[in-house]
């Protein structure tokens, strides 16, 4: 039985309006989209809605020769199967998206040769369990179980995702032929803005659009802006934003980065895997930065983790309603900078904020935790008795706390910390694995500052090790140590700088030490006291 390609298209899409009928090379997305699908003979439908919105987009394609129907807008599983008639169930049916342009009928014909030879029901084609990019995207089973999902399906999820159904009955299956390309982490799907650059950026050098192969679009792929520098996604890497809202750290000297860098900075991280951005309320302009450079569509791929204010303005005696609009306006204005209507995760700035006004803070995070404000919720510790009670209180999902490889303090309760992760869902964020820049500062005023009284022996000891674990410096060293270990789920590393940013997410991509070599470090690491593990104790 000869398949068939269903692509759906709306314009109403929310991130880009419209992004399905802007030109690439002249050719409406979604006309791109369906004719490079059909380029080996394969039929193409567009399954688009009955909205007055989508009117221009059926008159496009009617101009362009490709079949178009019309469903419903909100019920896109429907209006797939309704795309179907006339077909018999044993029909072969690809699911596409107007927003890929990448895939063309030789990928398809690969993946349908596969599908057959094999007897399989669903088989799926995107990101890296196939090692190509996010935006290489094909679903592939019969209409008949398209048909059966239609009748069965009452979650809007299923509706508005149209496979789920197949994929819990059948399982899934990826398409592999070329995962050894190893560009899962890559990106050439359009959802914003930037999205729809790449993709100008790629075709803008091809002979035909519609004719070039996908392979060799996927080639191009790493020249165009915001894509991967290295060869995986970075993994641990968080990235800390205090440096975007004020001027931090002893050994700053590029001060505080306009919305322009910081656009680049937040834009470049996240396209190298960075999922977690870190910010505060008081961290300056910090979360406003943030939803500024998100707005342009980016939102929704990096988790971002606040803290609430430090509520040094709530009274000591403050009564329940009192606390209660403090902690109100602390999360309002989050959400306002962040230009959202929920937050990720919610920190206590403070631990002492569990108990302090007689736990009133506390329990109005609980509150809209419950009614479905917050995701979640966690707390910033400073010392080991803040790490102790936090890791009592079942509710806190997320830890934060300030580690580097001269910290010692909290050796007796990494096994706690091993345990708990165990038994319930516990994030554990590393901060500060620099010291706030101090630890690669080779400048013996910044040493003496921070209540070192013989900086010369921790910066040989700091320099020997770097080089006897390979590393490149010694903010190598540092961060590699931290990310290293097992029980730390990310390391928070705040920028000023592209090249600060470039130079981590190449230190976070690559191998971390043995563990013999993080037993030696760990015997042999010179001790520091807490007026220098604890920036508030410096000297001005």
């Not at 013989?454 to 010694?474: D, I, Q």
């Amino acid at each position: 039985m000869k398949s068939i390609a269903i692509l759906q298209a709306r314009t109403n899409s929310t991130r880009l309006p419209g992004k399905v009928i802007l030109p690439v090379r002249g050719v409406p997305l979604v006309v791109l989209a369906a004719q490079r699908a059909a380029n080996t003979g394969r039929e193409v439908v567009v399954a688009t809605s009955i909205e007055a919105t989508d009117d221009t987009l059926a008159s496009l394609l009617a101009e362009a020769g490709i079949r178009c129907y019309r469903g419903s807008l909100e019920n896109t599983l429907q209006r797939i199967v309704g795309a179907l008639e006339g077909y018999g169930d044993d029909t072969p049916v690809f699911r596409l998206t107007a927003d890929n342009v990448f895939p063309d009928g030789s990928l398809l014909d690969e993946m349908e040769e596969e599908f057959l030879l094999r007897g399989i029901k669903y088989l799926c084609c995107n990101g890296e369990r196939s090692g190509l990019p996010y935006g290489m995207s094909a679903e592939l089973t019969y209409a008949k179980y398209l048909r059966e999902a239609a009748t069965t399906a009452t979650s809007q999820f299923d509706k508005e995702h149209v496979t789920p159904y197949i994929r819990r009955k059948f399982g899934e299956t990826y398409f592999e032929r070329y995962k050894h390309f190893g560009k899962g982490h890559f990106r050439c799907t359009v959802d914003c803005l930037d999205d729809y650059l790449v993709v100008q950026n790629v075709f803008s050098g091809t002979v035909s659009p519609v004719r070039t192969p996908a392979l060799e679009l996927i080639e191009r792929l790493p020249h165009a802006p915001y894509q991967p520098q290295q060869s995986a996604a970075v993994r641990k890497l968080a990235l800390g934003t205090a440096q975007l809202g004020l001027t931090y750290g002893i050994a700053n000297k590029a001060g505080q980065p306009d919305q322009t860098t910081a656009n680049t900075l937040i834009k470049t991280a996240i396209a190298n895997g960075v999922t977690i951005l870190d910010t505060a309320r008081a961290y300056g302009d910090s979360e406003e930065v943030i939803g500024n450079t998100l707005k342009s569509g980016w939102g929704g791929r990096a988790q971002i983790i606040t803290k609430l204010s430090p509520l040094v303005e709530c009274p000591p005696q403050a009564t329940p309603a009192t606390v209660n609009a403090f902690v109100d306006a602390s999360i309002f204005q989050s959400c306002t900078a962040l230009r959202t209507q929920k937050l990720d995760v919610l920190m206590l700035h403070r631990t002492s904020h569990l108990s302090d006004w007689s736990g009133a803070a506390w329990d109005r995070l609980l509150k809209h935790k419950a009614d479905n404000r917050l995701k979640a919720l966690g707390v910033s510790v400073q010392s080991p008795l803040e790490l102790e009670q936090a890791l009592s209180i079942h509710e806190i999902e997320v830890i934060q706390m300030p580690f580097n490889v001269l910290d010692s303090r909290w050796d007796a309760l990494i096994p706690m910390i091993r345990i708990v992760k165990q038994q319930r869902p516990l994030v554990i964020h590393a901060r500060s694995a620099l010291l706030q820049g101090l630890l690669p500062s080779t400048s013996t005023e910044h040493w003496h500052r921070a209540n070192v009284s013989n900086p010369r022996t921790v910066m040989e000891w700091l320099s020997n090790k770097s080089r006897e674990t390979g590393r490149a410096n010694v903010v190598d060293f540092c961060l590699s140590f931290v990310k290293s270990l097992d029980w730390v789920d990310s390391v928070v590393v705040g920028v000023e700088t592209c090249d600060q940013l470039n130079e981590n997410i190449r230190i976070f991509s690559g191998p971390d030490l043995t563990t013999q070599q993080v037993q030696n470090i760990l015997t042999s690491c010179p001790a520091l006291g807490e007026d220098t593990l604890n920036p508030a104790r410096w000297r001005d």
